[in-house]
């Protein structure tokens, strides 16, 4: 089972967009996937739930309550896609939390009881470094950043890379790694490419080959409830998230990350 977490601490970067692309090729190519939205605004679950309210127990029960995995997974509507949804409620959980023994482990224990159920685990996150953060780094082995080069280019990758550091160290996740970068709405214009040139430049081989252009067919899917894959499959969006599929599969970043402390970029590969 690989699990794989999209993080960033800037909103609107498409962390929920691939998260729900890639687990929608995966998806249809016969792999069996398990979403886990752990974002309170719970977009993920919007689409893969058609727009209806988690019912109980959601992610927040399962955290706080101690509710299993399994009772608050329900399949998607899209092919080999499961969810364990998230809502609003969710929002509490870090605050519930925070007096109690093993606060930080909580998703991992509940994901373990699932685990082998699934080939591919997808995580999708708030944009904010909380608890429920933690969380998803002690549960999974690789993050993803996605990377919007129009809003003032900051990867922000530094705080990340202290957090996987902390995570190896005292809370025991010593295979969680920064497996790569994924440039997303990228657009044909100068600004767009110079800063996209400058974090090829930077971060060399743990930057994906593929980027994911700005697309309106993505947008529009995602409003009916569905996939760019299903909803466009001939799309730039679809093919481009056939194409990020293809590199996280083969790993495509993974092998050039050597340093301990998840410190991009060492690209043995170059
Ligand atoms: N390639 C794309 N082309 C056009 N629109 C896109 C593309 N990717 C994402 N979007 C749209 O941009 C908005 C932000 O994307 P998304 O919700 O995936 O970002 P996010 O990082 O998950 O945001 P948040 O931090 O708020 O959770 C959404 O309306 C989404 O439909
Ligand atoms: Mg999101």
Known sequence: MRSIAFVSEKGGVAKTSSVLNVAAVLGGQGS???????????NASFVLLKGEKPRRPSLFDVLVEG?????????SHFKGVDVLPADATLADAAVVLAGEIGRERRLCAAIEGV???YDFVL???????SLLTTNVLTTVEELIVPFNPGIFGVLGLG??????AQVRRYL????LRIAGVVVTLAERNNVCRDLEDQLRAAFGGLVFDTKVPRSIKIEEAHARHESVITYAPT?????????LT???INGRAKDRIVDPGGNPPTDRAA
Not at 32 to 42: A, F, K, M, S
Not at 172 to 175: Q, R
Not at 235 to 243: I, N, Q, R
Request: glycine content about 8%.
């Open 115 to 117: 685990a082998d159920r």
């Open 67 to 75: 509710d299993g995995a399994d009772e608050a997974i329900v399949a």
């Open 235 to 243: 799309s730039v969006g679809a093919t481009a998230y056939k194409a």
């Open 123 to 129: 995580v999708d996150t708030a944009p904010t470094r």
């Open 32 to 42: 069996r996937v398990l979403v886990v939205d752990t974002d309170p605004q719970g």
């Open 159 to 164: 705080q990340l890379q202290d957090d996987v």
């Open 172 to 175: 025991g996740n010593t295979k």
């Open 246 to 248: 293809r590199e996280i």
